[in-house]
């Protein structure tokens, strides 16, 4: 997933030993939502698993917003926090959900990695030089190519669902537009309420097809845990982690949460759930990193930053 910060006094770094500590913490919790999401799904909709995810976070991120007396939003933005909520929770979260169900969470981990190419192409487009940069441009044409390479190696020799696959990464471009979005019309409200207030209209939004969905009989405790670790954990405990990182190091460098996420994604899938590690893995995971990484080198010190979840 990606978050919303707002580089002001609330987010400085201030020197803080414990950082490694909250570093990895949030990249572990960002890390394992697609085992949650894969063990989930087998036993739940689609719509109980985002609602019940987004409707835990709202009741956690929007009482500290209040608390900080952050929550009142100029009504200007409010349509932004709508849109935003829409490309990032309602569509990448249903997609996201909805592809596990025949893709691996290693191989979602990995296409939802792509985000940092999206965000610097659509930076390119909006007519920012600073992309430009062949670093950032290197980076960009092998992040594709490893994305072709995964894509399509696993679709033709591992008999992977393609469109579950494009779903998966789709949802990486709307993470991407979602911030790209934001970082215009939303820089001026606390991330924290952008998020919560965002997770609140989605859980509106998914409250009666939840409804409708439910299970007609008690899920598995594995099931069960996995949906409220979603919602504790990868959600709600993951943002509130990450904002005190934020304060204790600022946004370029907690940003680079994004890069362990994918490699804890492949090794909980191949470990606890006995995933394969496909062909198209081998090739276009290094691809996909190096390529994400040079594409997010470039300092973004005083923009939002990206982190997946």
Not at 84 to 102: C, H, K, N, V
Not at 205 to 212: G, N, R, S, T, Y
Request: glycine share 8%; with cysteine.
């Amino acid at each position: 997933m990606v978050s919303l910060t707002r580089p002001d006094s609330a987010t400085q770094p201030q020197p803080d030993s414990r950082y490694i500590g909250y570093y990895l913490a949030v990249s572990a919790l960002w890390g394992v939502p697609y085992l949650f999401v894969s063990v989930a799904v087998k036993e739940l909709s689609v719509p109980v698993i985002v609602f019940t995810r987004v409707f835990i976070g709202a009741l956690i991120l929007i009482p500290l917003a209040l608390r900080a007396g952050a929550l009142k939003v100029p009504r200007a933005s409010i349509k932004y926090i709508a849109l935003y909520a829409l490309f990032e929770m309602f569509i990448p979260w249903t997609l996201i959900s909805d592809g596990q169900r025949s893709v691996s969470s290693g191989l979602a981990g990995l296409l939802i990695a792509t985000v940092p190419i999206w965000a610097n192409l659509l930076a390119a487009l909006a007519g920012d030089r600073s992309v430009r940069h062949p670093r950032q441009a290197f980076g960009i044409v092998i992040g594709f190519i490893g994305v072709v390479a995964l894509v399509g190696i696993d679709s033709l020799m591992e008999s992977h669902d393609l469109i579950a696959m494009l779903k998966i990464l789709f949802s990486a471009f709307s993470y991407a537009f979602a911030t790209f979005m934001a970082v215009r019309h939303l820089s001026g409200v606390a991330g924290v309420t952008v998020n919560g207030l965002a997770m609140a209209l989605t859980a509106i939004v998914f409250f009666i097809p939840a409804l409708q969905t439910a299970p007609t009989s008690m899920p598995s405790y594995e099931a069960l845990f996995a949906l409220l670790a979603l919602g504790l954990l990868c959600t709600a405990l993951a943002f509130y982690l990450f904002f005190t990182l934020l304060r204790m190091i600022g946004p370029p460098k907690a940003s680079t949460v994004t890069y362990p996420n994918t490699a804890i994604a492949i090794a909980l899938g191949v470990i606890l759930l006995n995933e394969p590690i496909t062909v198209g893995m081998l090739l276009g995971f290094p691809m996909v990193l190096l390529g994400s990484y040079l594409a997010a080198s470039r300092t973004t010190r005083g923009k939002i930053s990206t982190s997946e979840k």
